[in-house]
């Protein structure tokens, strides 16, 4: 009988320092879609709210309360991640632990590396702390959250992680070797 070990998305790809970043993956936790049905948008935030003590995300934003955070990803879609899910009457919820690679980068020249990327402005001043966007990363669909000054929170479906290291790492050398 095969022994089945469950393995990362990115293992042994990450972590990697390159100059000023480091690229290292995430484990977000359970990792939950919900999406409220039409008209209940504000009881499942009020639920979320009551079960979690944060509501769901407003287009372009993320929430965060203890280790549970909700990540806007579409019209009338978040994820919520690091926690499980609490009974929401008014969404179908449904389990994506397996179905995404998160990976952090952060560092001094973390929005140099993301701008080679990401085809919107990263910069502080207009992507604050919080602030979510679904967009291209290089060749492929991404979610860039901006988790902390200098640092990005990156996630692609489990499938294109290789890819996501290569398109990181690759951007992060070229940025380096700039100096």
Known sequence: MANLVALSPCEGLLPQTIGAVTIAEIDPGPVTAILPFKGQDKAVGEALKSALGL??????????????RAIWVGKGEA??????????????????????????IVGDRAEDVLARLVP?????SQFKRGHTARTLLGRMTASATRSGAKAFEI???RSMAETLVEELTRAAGAVAARG
């Open 55 to 68: 509501g769901f995300p407003a287009p372009g934003r993320s929430q965060s309360k203890g280790g549970a």
């Open 120 to 124: 919107l402005d990263l910069r502080a």
């Open 79 to 104: 994820l919520l991640m690091g926690a499980a899910c609490p009974d929401l009457a008014g969404a179908a919820c449904v389990d994506q632990s397996d179905a995404w690679c998160v990976v952090e």
């Open 155 to 157: 996630m692609v479906f």
